[in-house]
């Protein structure tokens, strides 16, 4: 029993020739041979090479940047500080995919007064190779006024803490504040009557839980080449999850309007939320501008980790109650959520996700977004929603535990369901927790025994909304009947694929007869990031979209050819038929092609709804005792997928989230000294999983159709990562009696644990 | 009519009703209706003429920030925190 | 592991006590001690002899990316934690960050673009396609690289054996599942092909 696809019986599945199949993907022998161009793999012409100064503190007044000697250095092509980017304003835009204030935005990318953060980038140089500019860098010289520096959310929200910024106010629907402080948000949800929700309850259980900042992990660095010519036209080819994302945010910051800048995405070597925000694209640019030749601006590894975003670090404390039966009456959360240097974290979607496995009456959530000196936070799948379901997720173990409920059906019993209100209010449409907590009960994985000692098996749920947003696409008929699909959704994980398959089967053809083409932002139509789970629904949907336009012109230019009435022609299966006329999509295609104008299908579109992904785990672990270290023995996790386009690519989503959930759980953390600088900036000492850390990772594929798309498909990015640490906390408890509430359970953490509960 | 279900943050000016019911075709115009009887509320909502940027509204399971976005007769509004994603 | 084979030798024929020295600084950062002389190195790269001019400081993967643009191969950390760089030298897996390119004298280095052999994939290549085994590929070339050192060194891996010579290749995307199942897969048709 490895990878398995359920459909439940509440559903009634249709039937697909392309959909549920397995092809290759088509840029898949580029990415096995080592052709497919990656953004640091560019090489233009007359190309300069960049290389950054970063600040040592992780709290900095800037007095003084003399770039002087660096710009004396032969070899030395230019020199940029935030001098050169012009003055932002103050404005909060939404980019499809959570908002950016330029203002903070272009702080970031180049310090402006303040260093905020250790790694911040404060000047760079371009220069005619790599050495010489990292060398260059070196001689710019800075006067810092070093400031008093918070790495911790809690002390960070203390009236005392160091102020990170004198004009943040705290943006909450209350009243506004007076005063400046760190906490850049407050949310607020109620539903219900909490006081009598906990009257009700027969157990309550409260607990508080402390999670370390982490880093998406991509392997690829960020990595931009710009080329700002002298017609003012400026192209930037960069690693991004977002091209047209890229364009806007490079507008705002330079102050150029979009029609002068072209962005062309590379392949992307991994994202996962960390490659939307900017950091190097307009730096390149400034330099490319100061010095009339193409820059390549590329990050290396300890760059990556100390300047551009990990994803909060959290305290949270969570209280619910039930009653004997095993009915969930109350719950409480108060949530703290690192933002980094600048406000707009992942505290709206952590308040939003905290409860939304569970139908629970009576409910509050308060939630902070806290800045303080680290590195901005970004999005890491499904943001903010791994941190709070450790907390809910825990202490529904301990209530089931206590009650002496079976975990999976006290989820169950509790579990939200088309109509449920949330605790932010909203009421779920049809969603497959159900399906997916029933298919996990029914595995062979749950049914089978775990034996022996220090082992311990732990399940988890969790959600992510996952979003629609805007998806352009086109698609050219061929002369040989092959259909060329032009998109601008950045390809990080196979969803050229998908998007063809889906076009492929609207017109009846097979998935190899798409050639799916990822283009520049001049191209196609406005494409919002990839991101949200949301390519292979949304872009998926203007794929089918563009193929119904194709599938429309196709019949009226046939109706000429056959002298018929549009409607008097039969389309099955990609065969289109009028009394003895029976042509494949193919053969008419051709024959078209040689009796009038070109074929050209077009979409446009911009689905509002989230799609609602449900994922669940088992997973079975190993203590050792002596040293605290934890071994995954076996995991499996289910997740709702509405419909998989292509399961092995849904599979993978599935076990790459899963094994960043491990790694989240057991090792992942940001060590920081007292100065405020990160301890272990190499993937040496950030220890992300290897192959030789985990077991295969085994999938239950739960088809639950989203009635919002015409195949039924939800996303499936994201979620998978949301479960895992809460599983693995509960499967350690069973294993050692002990109930942990920091991640990582790194082994130092969990031997010390279990050396204090044994009185050493 | 349409049900606006009132973030608890904004009670104080509602005098604690926690949902509000009102005819209105647009966000826009739930935002304004809500403005004419509790006064101070636009300014809580909206940046300018638009909601703020750290709000989305929920008509019906759709996620907008348009103010033009359609309410019908039986919708149900809510005002949530935006959110990104991965 | 699959822990890169340093093999000196070569470099230090050339000029010893410069290699060493620029290892040391390039770890302290201080690479403007150098005097930039450049040097001729003499190699075999996917089996054609080529010769290049490179500095002491400049690492194999500088060299074979920015000197050659042999660009499979991938600059993920620049200090040997994550296996995006590996090549093979003289037919052992090397992370090429961490091997100098005046190392190569003299050396047989292959690297991903040399795996196909004339327009056909190499079992390992088609076995991950049709596994599945890739999500962003960047880190890609550095496995295949390293999983067909491996299969040549152990035809016959069990699946502990291959996720210990896989331990020092970083996946971020793909949870290593479909990686394993691949080789396992690629090990088959390498056998099926022997026999
Ligand atoms: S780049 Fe060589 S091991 Fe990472
Ligand atoms: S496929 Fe992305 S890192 Fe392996």
Same mark, same amino acid.
């Given at each position: 029993?490895?990878?398995?696809?359920?459909?439940?019986?509440?559903?009634?599945?249709?039937?697909?020739?392309?959909?549920?199949?397995?092809?290759?993907?088509?840029?898949?022998?580029?990415?096995?041979?080592?052709?497919?161009?990656?953004?640091?793999?560019?090489?233009?012409?007359?190309?300069?090479?960049?290389?950054?100064?970063?600040?040592?503190?992780?709290?900095?007044?800037?007095?003084?940047?003399?770039?002087?000697?660096?710009?004396?250095?032969?070899?030395?092509?230019?020199?940029?500080?935030?001098?050169?980017?012009?003055?932002?304003?103050?404005?909060?835009?939404?980019?499809?995919?959570?908002?950016?204030?330029?203002?903070?935005?272009?702080?970031?990318?180049?310090?402006?007064?303040?260093?905020?953060?250790?790694?911040?980038?404060?000047?760079?140089?371009?220069?005619?190779?790599?050495?010489?500019?990292?060398?260059?860098?070196?001689?710019?010289?800075?006067?810092?006024?070093?400031?008093?520096?918070?790495?911790?959310?809690?002390?960070?929200?203390?009236?005392?803490?160091?102020?990170?910024?004198?004009?943040?106010?705290?943006?909450?629907?209350?009243?506004?504040?007076?005063?400046?402080?760190?906490?850049?948000?407050?949310?607020?949800?109620?539903?219900?009557?909490?006081?009598?929700?906990?009257?009700?309850?027969?157990?309550?259980?409260?607990?508080?839980?402390?999670?370390?900042?982490?880093?998406?992990?991509?392997?690829?660095?960020?990595?931009?080449?710009?080329?700002?010519?002298?017609?003012?036209?400026?192209?930037?080819?960069?690693?991004?999850?977002?091209?047209?994302?890229?364009?806007?945010?490079?507008?705002?910051?330079?102050?150029?309007?979009?029609?002068?800048?072209?962005?062309?995405?590379?392949?992307?070597?991994?994202?996962?939320?960390?490659?939307?925000?900017?950091?190097?694209?307009?730096?390149?640019?400034?330099?490319?501008?100061?010095?009339?030749?193409?820059?390549?601006?590329?990050?290396?590894?300890?760059?990556?980790?100390?300047?551009?975003?990990?994803?909060?670090?959290?305290?949270?404390?969570?209280?619910?109650?039930?009653?004997?039966?095993?009915?969930?009456?109350?719950?409480?959360?108060?949530?703290?959520?690192?933002?980094?240097?600048?406000?707009?974290?992942?505290?709206?979607?952590?308040?939003?996700?905290?409860?939304?496995?569970?139908?629970?009456?009576?409910?509050?959530?308060?939630?902070?977004?806290?800045?303080?000196?680290?590195?901005?936070?970004?999005?890491?799948?499904?943001?903010?929603?791994?941190?709070?379901?450790?907390?809910?997720?825990?202490?529904?173990?301990?209530?089931?535990?206590?009650?002496?409920?079976?975990?999976?059906?006290?989820?169950?019993?509790?579990?939200?369901?088309?109509?449920?209100?949330?605790?932010?209010?909203?009421?779920?449409?049809?969603?497959?927790?159900?399906?997916?907590?029933?298919?996990?009960?029914?595995?062979?994985?749950?049914?089978?025994?775990?034996?022996?000692?220090?082992?311990?098996?732990?399940?988890?749920?969790?959600?992510?909304?996952?979003?629609?947003?805007?998806?352009?696409?086109?698609?050219?008929?061929?002369?040989?009947?092959?259909?060329?699909?032009?998109?601008?959704?950045?390809?990080?994980?196979?969803?050229?694929?998908?998007?063809?398959?889906?076009?492929?089967?609207?017109?009846?053809?097979?998935?190899?007869?798409?050639?799916?083409?990822?283009?520049?932002?001049?191209?196609?139509?406005?494409?919002?990031?990839?991101?949200?789970?949301?390519?292979?629904?949304?872009?998926?949907?203007?794929?089918?979209?563009?193929?119904?336009?194709?599938?429309?012109?196709?019949?009226?230019?046939?109706?000429?050819?056959?002298?018929?009435?549009?409607?008097?022609?039969?389309?099955?299966?990609?065969?289109?038929?009028?009394?003895?006329?029976?042509?494949?999509?193919?053969?008419?295609?051709?024959?078209?092609?040689?009796?009038?104008?070109?074929?050209?299908?077009?979409?446009?579109?911009?689905?509002?709804?989230?799609?609602?992904?449900?994922?669940?785990?088992?997973?079975?672990?190993?203590?050792?005792?002596?040293?605290?270290?934890?071994?995954?023995?076996?995991?499996?996790?289910?997740?709702?997928?509405?419909?998989?386009?292509?399961?092995?690519?849904?599979?993978?989503?599935?076990?790459?989230?899963?094994?960043?959930?491990?790694?989240?759980?057991?090792?992942?953390?940001?060590?920081?000294?007292?100065?405020?600088?990160?301890?272990?900036?190499?993937?040496?000492?950030?220890?992300?999983?290897?192959?030789?850390?985990?077991?295969?990772?085994?999938?239950?594929?739960?088809?639950?159709?989203?009635?919002?798309?015409?195949?039924?498909?939800?996303?499936?990015?994201?979620?998978?990562?949301?479960?895992?640490?809460?599983?693995?906390?509960?499967?350690?408890?069973?294993?050692?009696?002990?109930?942990?509430?920091?991640?990582?359970?790194?082994?130092?953490?969990?031997?010390?644990?279990?050396?204090?509960?044994?009185?050493? | 009519?349409?049900?606006?279900?009132?973030?608890?943050?904004?009670?104080?000016?509602?005098?604690?009703?926690?949902?509000?019911?009102?005819?209105?075709?647009?966000?826009? *115009? #739930?935002?304004?209706?809500? !403005?004419?009887? /509790?006064?101070?509320?636009?300014?809580?909502?909206?940046?300018?003429?638009?909601?703020?940027?750290?709000?989305?509204?929920?008509?019906?399971?759709?996620?907008?920030?348009?103010?033009?976005? *359609? #309410?019908?007769?039986?919708? !149900?509004?809510? /005002?949530?925190?935006?959110?990104?994603?991965? | 592991?699959?822990?890169?084979?340093?093999?000196?030798?070569?470099?230090?024929?050339?000029?010893?006590?410069?290699?060493?020295?620029?290892?040391?600084?390039?770890?302290?950062?201080?690479?403007?001690?150098?005097?930039?002389?450049?040097?001729?190195?003499?190699?075999?790269?996917?089996?054609?002899?080529?010769?290049?001019?490179?500095?002491?400081?400049?690492?194999?993967?500088?060299?074979?990316?920015?000197?050659?643009?042999?660009?499979?191969?991938?600059?993920?950390?620049?200090?040997?934690?994550?296996?995006?760089?590996?090549?093979?030298?003289?037919?052992?897996?090397?992370?090429?960050?961490?091997?100098?390119?005046?190392?190569?004298?003299?050396?047989?280095?292959?690297?991903?673009?040399?795996?196909?052999?004339?327009?056909?994939?190499?079992?390992?290549?088609?076995?991950?396609?049709?596994?599945?085994?890739?999500?962003?590929?960047?880190?890609?070339?550095?496995?295949?690289?390293?999983?067909?050192?491996?299969?040549?060194?152990?035809?016959?891996?069990?699946?502990?054996?291959?996720?210990?010579?896989?331990?020092?290749?970083?996946?971020?995307?793909?949870?290593?599942?479909?990686?394993?199942?691949?080789?396992?897969?690629?090990?088959?048709?390498?056998?099926?092909?022997?026999?």
């Amino acid at each position: 029993m490895s990878n398995v696809i359920v459909q439940p019986s509440s559903t009634r599945p249709r039937k697909y020739n392309v959909i549920g199949t397995r092809p290759v993907r088509h840029d898949g022998v580029d990415k096995v041979t080592g052709k497919a161009i990656y953004a640091a793999d560019l090489s233009l012409p007359n190309m300069a090479q960049g290389a950054y100064l970063r600040s040592p503190h992780a709290h900095a007044r800037i007095i003084s940047i003399d770039t002087s000697q660096a710009e004396a250095m032969p070899g030395v092509l230019a020199v940029a500080t935030s001098a050169d980017l012009p003055d932002p304003w103050d404005k909060t835009e939404e980019l499809g995919e959570g908002c950016i204030n330029y203002a903070h935005l272009s702080g970031n990318v180049l310090a402006r007064k303040k260093a905020l953060y250790r790694g911040h980038a404060v000047a760079a140089v371009a220069a005619t190779d790599i050495h010489t500019a990292q060398q260059a860098a070196r001689q710019i010289k800075v006067e810092y006024e070093v400031l008093p520096a918070v790495t911790w959310v809690l002390d960070a929200m203390e009236e005392d803490a160091p102020l990170l910024h004198d004009n943040l106010f705290t943006q909450t629907l209350g009243e506004k504040p007076t005063k400046p402080s760190n906490i850049g948000q407050h949310i607020h949800f109620e539903q219900g009557d909490i006081e009598q929700g906990f009257a009700e309850a027969d157990v309550v259980i409260e607990r508080e839980y402390r999670t370390e900042t982490v880093h998406q992990g991509y392997i690829e660095p960020h990595a931009s080449v710009a080329l700002w010519n002298e017609d003012g036209r400026l192209k930037i080819w960069t690693a991004t999850q977002g091209s047209f994302t890229v364009r806007q945010q490079l507008a705002e910051l330079l102050k150029i309007p979009v029609s002068k800048i072209t962005v062309v995405p590379c392949e992307i070597g991994g994202g996962f939320g960390g490659k939307i925000a900017v950091y190097e694209p307009p730096v390149a640019a400034v330099l490319s501008r100061k010095c009339g030749r193409p820059v390549k601006l590329a990050m290396r590894r300890d760059e990556v980790f100390e300047g551009t975003g990990p994803t909060p670090g959290s305290f949270m404390r969570v209280k619910m109650g039930a009653t004997k039966e095993g009915r969930l009456t109350a719950a409480k959360a108060w949530l703290a959520y690192d933002a980094g240097a600048f406000p707009g974290g992942m505290i709206g979607p952590g308040s939003m996700c905290v409860f939304s496995c569970y139908d629970i009456p009576n409910a509050t959530v308060d939630g902070y977004d806290v800045v303080l000196n680290k590195p901005k936070t970004q999005a890491y799948r499904a943001p903010g929603a791994t941190q709070a379901a450790l907390a809910t997720e825990t202490v529904i173990d301990e209530i089931a535990v206590e009650l002496g409920i079976d975990p999976v059906d006290f989820r169950l019993q509790n579990a939200a369901k088309e109509g449920t209100r949330r605790v932010d209010g909203p009421t779920y449409p049809r969603i497959g927790l159900v399906e997916t907590l029933q298919a996990l009960k029914e595995s062979e994985h749950w049914n089978s025994p775990l034996e022996g000692p220090n082992r311990g098996r732990g399940v988890a749920c969790g959600f992510w909304f996952n979003a629609g947003l805007k998806s352009s696409a086109a698609a050219n008929v061929n002369d040989d009947g092959t259909v060329t699909l032009v998109e601008g959704s950045p390809d990080i994980g196979g969803t050229r694929t998908s998007l063809a398959m889906q076009l492929a089967e609207t017109l009846g053809i097979a998935a190899e007869e798409v050639h799916p083409q990822v283009v520049d932002t001049d191209s196609v139509g406005y494409t919002d990031v990839t991101g949200g789970s949301r390519v292979t629904f949304s872009t998926g949907l203007a794929a089918h979209k563009a193929a119904l336009d194709i599938q429309d012109q196709m019949i009226k230019r046939a109706a000429e050819l056959w002298e018929c009435q549009p409607d008097d022609i039969q389309v099955d299966a990609g065969t289109y038929g009028y009394n003895d006329h029976k042509q494949t999509f193919k053969e008419l295609a051709v024959e078209l092609s040689s009796t009038g104008e070109a074929i050209v299908g077009r979409a446009a579109v911009n689905p509002q709804g989230s799609t609602n992904a449900f994922s669940a785990n088992i997973v079975d672990v190993e203590v050792d005792p002596e040293t605290g270290k934890v071994k995954i023995l076996r995991f499996t996790t289910a997740q709702d997928a509405g419909k998989a386009i292509h399961p092995s690519y849904v599979e993978g989503q599935m076990q790459g989230g899963s094994v960043q959930g491990i790694g989240w759980a057991l090792n992942e953390e940001y060590f920081y000294d007292d100065r405020g600088a990160m301890k272990n900036a190499s993937f040496l000492d950030y220890r992300m999983p290897t192959s030789y850390d985990v077991p295969m990772i085994e999938t239950i594929i739960v088809e639950v159709p989203n009635p919002d798309h015409p195949f039924g498909v939800r996303g499936v990015g994201e979620v998978s990562i949301v479960p895992p640490p809460a599983a693995i906390t509960n499967a350690i408890h069973q294993a050692t009696g002990l109930r942990m509430h920091h991640l990582p359970i790194s082994p130092p953490r969990l031997h010390q644990a279990i050396a204090e509960r044994n009185g050493q | 009519m349409a049900t606006i279900f009132i973030p608890a943050p904004l009670q104080d000016l509602t005098g604690g009703l926690a949902e509000v019911e009102l005819e209105a075709v647009s966000l826009g *115009e #739930v935002i304004a209706r809500l !403005e004419a009887r /509790f006064p101070g509320i636009k300014d809580r909502l909206c940046d300018d003429d638009q909601l703020s940027p750290a709000l989305q509204a929920s008509i019906n399971h759709v996620m907008t920030r348009q103010m033009r976005a *359609e #309410v019908g007769p039986d919708s !149900e509004v809510h /005002f949530l925190p935006a959110i990104g994603g991965g | 592991m699959s822990s890169p084979q340093h093999t000196n030798t070569p470099a230090q024929k050339h000029s010893s006590t410069r290699t060493l020295q620029h290892t040391t600084a390039l770890q302290r950062g201080n690479e403007e001690r150098f005097v930039t002389e450049k040097i001729h190195v003499s190699t075999t790269i996917n089996g054609e002899a080529v010769e290049f001019l490179c500095d002491a400081r400049q690492s194999l993967l500088e060299l074979l990316r920015d000197g050659l643009s042999l660009t499979g191969c991938k600059e993920g950390c620049n200090n040997g934690n994550c296996g995006a760089c590996t090549v093979m030298m003289n037919h052992l897996p090397v992370n090429s960050c961490c091997v100098l390119a005046v190392e190569a004298e003299d050396a047989e280095i292959e690297t991903v673009e040399g795996i196909a052999a004339q327009g056909q994939l190499h079992p390992v290549q088609q076995c991950f396609l049709q596994g599945a085994a890739l999500q962003c590929g960047i880190c890609t070339p550095g496995f295949i690289v390293t999983v067909k050192a491996l299969l040549e060194q152990n035809p016959h891996p069990t699946e502990q054996e291959i996720r210990f010579a896989l331990a020092g290749n970083l996946c971020r995307c793909t949870g290593y599942d479909k990686i394993i199942r691949s080789v396992q897969a690629a090990a088959e048709i390498l056998q099926e092909a022997k026999s």
